[in-house]
């Protein structure tokens, strides 16, 4: 996604007043120029994430629910759906054509019928906070159920439904058209080798990692290291 923010080179990360300023303008020229990436994110408490970057081009819905926190990458052409709590932790990287929904409705609309429309609390209706851990990477084409608990370091293949669950450093991809991702990895185990030849990068590793995974990285594929088997489905 190097190219998206070369492409924006002039939203560099802003202090609160000029993101105040410029955020507005930036998404009313992007009508004409096409999508961008702005630099700079206040979330509803008025916390401000400097280099937190979101396109213009991403639909936000209940906007008081949703939490960004700094080093996040949102890209174009996202849903990101607040209106039940979604919390979006350091540096996770949403690519393009992501839902991240904390709301369903489409049970209660069918038992409903033209009932739904008038009815504040329709049977069937799901509400459920959705969080995704740090450092985490949704690829293109995803979609994250309602209620979802995503840990840190996981990564979503493209076109993967997620619902439930996932943990820590997994790699989860799309099996059956319409069913649940499954585990079918572990980040660590790509991390380790780069980790290996990069050691000034441990301690950064360690700091939103954790120093037992940082080990674990460092001598995971070496003669008699253990994997962790598999889970069903995430």
């Not at 979101?54 to 849903?79: A, P, W, Y």
């Not at 991240?100 to 038992?111: E, K, M, N, P, Q």
């Not at 590793?205 to 594929?221: P, T, V």
Request: hydrophobic share 35%; with cysteine.
């Amino acid at each position: 996604f190097r190219g998206q923010s070369e492409a924006s080179a002039f939203l560099r990360p802003m202090t609160p007043l000029s993101h105040f300023l410029k955020q507005p303008l930036v998404r009313v020229l992007s009508v004409f120029t096409g999508p961008r990436t702005v630099y700079g994110w206040r979330n509803a408490d008025g916390s401000f994430q400097p280099h937190t970057r979101v396109s213009t081009h991403t639909c936000i819905e209940g906007k008081d629910g949703l939490v960004l926190h700094d080093h996040v990458f949102v890209g174009h052409f996202n849903r990101l759906d607040g209106s039940n709590g979604l919390l979006i932790e350091e540096g996770v990287q949403v690519t393009n054509y992501v839902s991240i929904l904390s709301h369903s409705s489409h049970r209660a609309v069918r038992v409903m019928g033209r009932r739904y429309i008038a009815d504040p609390k329709p049977p069937g209706y799901v509400r459920r906070a959705t969080r995704v851990g740090a450092y985490s990477f949704l690829g293109p084409h995803s979609v994250i159920a309602p209620g979802s608990q995503i840990g840190k370091g996981v990564i979503v293949q493209g076109h993967s439904f997620v619902s439930g669950a996932v943990p820590d450093f997994a790699i989860v991809g799309p099996q059956a058209h319409g069913r649940p991702a499954v585990v079918i990895g572990d980040t660590r185990e790509l991390d380790g080798p780069l980790l290996q030849r990069h050691p000034e990068l441990h301690a950064v590793y360690a700091q939103w990692a954790g120093k037992d995974h940082l080990r674990r990285a460092l001598h995971a594929g070496e003669p008699g290291q253990a994997k962790a088997p598999p889970k069903s489905s995430a």
